[in-house]
């Protein structure tokens, strides 16, 4: 899981792309874990077809839902909890319970990239005579696969080809 986890780590700490990607959460309900795992998929090449993003999607879904959403609902409540019916006992308890949930979340989206890269095993190697034009490809097939089974109505911005470009800046070498 070294690579994915790697590749993914190194993705995100570039400021736009971390923006991009929580923007993509709260507004076009994208799972953050799973876009990283695509593009990681596409820069090495590989195009999902769409069998294999169904069972992709879904391998991670219940999780995604049952465990990293609550504790991302559990840890945002915390903190801000301004308009919550526990203020008094959140405020309390928002300095020690926050870096908690905090660092079970971050788990919990470790445990998600295990499961992608389980998924994926023997993981895809990457080809030596990639060019970047090949990896834009995979990149945009790839997203456009998955936005494809999640149809909501996105903004322009939010359009694989947009996304795809943007990320291309900043893959990991």
């Known amino acids: 899981m070294n690579s994915l986890w790697s590749f993914s780590l190194t993705l995100y700490r570039a400021e736009e792309v971390k923006q991009l990607c929580l923007e993509l959460q709260e507004e076009a309900e994208i799972d953050v874990c799973l876009l ?8 090495k090449g590989t195009s999902l077809d ?14 995604q839902s049952l465990v990293t959403g609550r504790l991302r609902d559990y840890r945002l409540a915390c ?12 405020s309390r308890l928002k300095p020690r319970l926050y870096p908690i949930l905090k660092a079970l979340e971050l788990n919990a989206e470790k445990a998600t990239f295990w499961r992608i890269n389980h998924f994926f095993q023997p993981a895809p190697r990457a080809n030596s005579q990639l060019t970047i034009e090949r990896q834009a490809v995979a990149i945009e097939h790839n997203l456009a696969s998955y936005f494809a ?3 909501i109505d996105r903004p322009p911005r939010y359009k694989p080809e947009k996304i795809s470009r943007i990320l291309l800046n900043y893959l990991p070498e």
């Not at 990283?36 to 820069?43: E, I, N, Q």
């Not at 903190?79 to 959140?90: A, F, N, R, V």
């Open 36 to 43: 990283l795992s695509l593009v990681w998929l596409g820069a």
């Open 149 to 151: 089974l999640h149809p």
């Open 79 to 90: 903190h801000g909890s301004e308009d919550s019916p526990l203020k008094s006992i959140i």
């Open 50 to 63: 769409r069998p294999t993003m169904i069972s992709l999607y879904y391998s991670v879904a219940r999780w």
